[in-house]
Nanobody, 126 residues
Framework: QVQLVESGGGLVQAGGSLRLSCAAS????????MGWFRQAPGKEREFVAR???????????DYADSVKGRFSISRDNAKNTVYLQMNSLKPEDTAVYYC????????????????WGQGTQVTVSS
């Protein structure tokens, strides 16, 4: 069982930055694919970024086209924490952001993840 707790959301002006954190429980954090998703009101949950374990001490990073060049995912395995650095934020980035963990064959599809956090609200004002 893995528990995920997000933090770092808030209200920011367009062009600003936020860093989200996701603290995970569990002893095998380093072998999990960690992902960030978001869900805006009235919309489906969508993929944002992931840090996929490749089977060795290398992680493959993947981003949605809408956030490439602006968002960056990173992880600190010693702290069991994954981060999402969000720069040049836009009003359309407003959503609840969720952290997710997957131990199997994970993709950019939310259904491929096993564990989810409770979400943290990010609001970008224009």
């Amino acid at each position: 069982q893995v528990q995920l707790v997000e933090s770092g959301g808030g209200l920011v002006q367009a062009g600003g930055s936020l860093r989200l954190s996701c603290a995970a429980s569990g002893r095998t954090f380093n072998s999990y694919t960690m992902g960030w998703f978001r869900q805006a009101p009235g919309k489906e949950r969508e993929f944002v970024a992931r840090s996929r374990w490749t089977g060795v001490n290398i992680y493959y990073l993947d981003y949605a086209d809408s956030v490439k060049g602006r968002f960056s995912i990173s992880r600190d395995n010693a702290k069991n924490t994954v981060y999402l650095q969000m720069n040049s934020l836009k009003p359309e980035d407003t959503a609840v952001y969720y952290c997710a963990a997957g131990s199997g064959r994970t993709t950019t599809n939310a259904g491929s993840y096993d564990y989810w956090g409770q979400g943290t609200q990010v609001t970008v004002s224009s």
